[in-house]
C-alpha cells in the first residue's frame, strides 16, 4: 500500500521534528481562530494575506509531492501527521490525543470556533469525525483494527463549542469485523452516542506488518 | 436561540465583506496545505511562524467575542462563515458549495491532503462530516430542516483524496423527523453512502422565523 512508509529516526533527531511539526501547526492554528472572528477591513485583510503569502512561500520551499501518509518507526511509534483528527501537523486537526487504557479509550479536547455548526454548537460532522477516530483507534490498540465499513451517530442534544469528552470501547469481534460503541459528553451529560464497525481490509489479511496491527501510539 | 442574528446589510456592502472573508481564508486554506506537507527545517519554520503570528495579530485587532454563528439578512440569503463545511470565512472548510435542484442537491469538492485518514485517503469522518452538511442542507431546502438525530455512513471501499462528487434527496418525512438519504462517489463510483434523520427542535416548532425554515441559500 502506498502511502504507509517505514522509516527509522533515531528518536532526538524526530524528537526535534515533532517539536517543528507541533509549533508551526500551532501557529496555523490560531491564525485559523483568529481568521474565523476577525471583524478587520480590507487594508488589514491586504496586509495580513500578503504576510500568509510570504509565510506559505518559505514553507513550500521543501514539500512533500503529496499527502503526509502514515509512517512506522523502528520503535514501534506511528506518525499520522496528516490524518485530519489527530495530526500533529495538519492545522485543521485540533489535534486530538487519544489515550488507551486496558478495557477503554478516551480523549478530551477543546474545539474552537472553527468546528461550528448550528450556531454556537459543534457541527454534528464533527463530532462524527472525532468518533470514527476515537473509535477506530480503539479497535486498533486492542489488536483488531480495520478500516470504517459503517459509523453511526445518534445525537441526544445540542454540544456546545468548548471541552469536549470521548470514550470508546470495543463492544465484540465478530471475524474480521470488530464492534465498538463510544460516547461524547460535556459536563459529564452524554450528548451524542456512536456504534462504528470495523474491518480488516482483504489486502491486510495476513499480511499485515505487525506494527501496523498494534502500534505503540502516535509520536 | 443565541447565535442565530438577523442582520440588514445592503447588497454591495455584502458583495465586499464576501470577497475580503474569501480571500483571507482562501490564503489561510493555501497556508494549511503548504504546513502539512512543509519539509523546511528548524530557520525556515521559525521564520514562517514570525510572519504567521504577525497576520494573526492584525487579524485579532478586531474579532467577535465568539463563534460567527449563523446570519440572516434581509434579502432572505443565510451566512454561515464559521459552518466546518460551507463556511467562507473558515480555512478548515473545503469550502463546501451545496447546488439544490428540484428533487436533489450535489457538491463537488476537492479534497486535499489536510483531510487524510488512511494514507491517501479521506478520513471517513470527514465523508461523515461532508455528509451531516450536505443531507442537513438539503432538509433544509425542501422545506423540513432539522437538527441531526441520527447519521450513519456506510464506506463500501477507500475514497482516495482528490475530487468527489456528493448528492442527497430527501427520503420521506414522517412529523418533526426528515430522512434524507445521499452518496459519495469517485469517479462515477459510489465510494460511501449515508441515511441522515434530521429532527426539528422543539424551540423551533411553529416559532421559527421562515428564514430560518427555508432561506434562499448561503450568502
Not at 511539526?21 to 481568521?35: E, K, N, Q, W, Y
Not at 512561500?57 to 499527502?67: A, S, V, W, Y
Request: proline share 6%.
Amino acid at each position: 500500500m502506498s502511502g504507509y512508509i517505514q522509516e527509522d529516526i533515531d528518536p532526538e533527531e524526530l524528537a526535534h521534528r515533532t517539536e517543528l511539526a507541533s509549533a508551526i501547526a500551532g501557529s496555523v492554528r490560531d491564525l485559523i481562530d483568529a481568521t474565523v472572528r476577525t471583524e478587520v477591513g480590507e487594508t488589514d485583510i491586504a496586509e495580513a494575506r500578503r504576510l500568509i503569502a510570504a509565510a506559505t512561500e518559505i514553507l513550500r520551499k521543501d514539500q512533500l509531492p503529496g499527502p503526509f501518509g502514515i509512517r512506522f518507526n523502528a520503535d514501534g511509534t506511528k506518525r499520522s501527521w496528516g490524518n485530519a483528527v489527530l495530526g500533529r501537523r495538519n492545522p485543521i486537526a485540533p489535534p486530538v490525543d487519544i489515550r488507551h487504557e486496558t478495557e477503554h479509550s478516551w480523549l478530551e479536547v477543546d474545539l474552537g470556533p472553527q468546528y461550528e455548526g448550528p450556531a454556537g454548537l459543534v457541527h454534528g460532522g464533527v463530532l462524527a469525525l472525532v468518533f470514527d477516530q476515537l473509535l477506530g483507534s480503539t479497535a486498533e490498540f486492542q489488536g483488531v483494527p480495520g478500516m470504517t465499513g459503517t459509523l453511526t451517530v445518534r445525537y441526544r442534544r445540542g454540544t456546545p463549542l468548548g471541552p469536549i469528552r470521548g470514550e470508546a470501547r470495543v463492544d465484540r469481534v465478530e471475524g474480521v469485523k470488530t464492534f465498538v460503541t463510544g460516547t461524547i459528553s460535556v459536563d459529564g451529560e452524554v450528548t451524542a452516542e456512536s456504534e462504528g464497525i470495523f474491518i480488516l481490509p482483504r489486502w491486510a489479511r495476513g499480511e499485515v506488518p505487525e506494527a501496523m496491527r498494534k502500534s505503540v501510539g502516535e509520536g
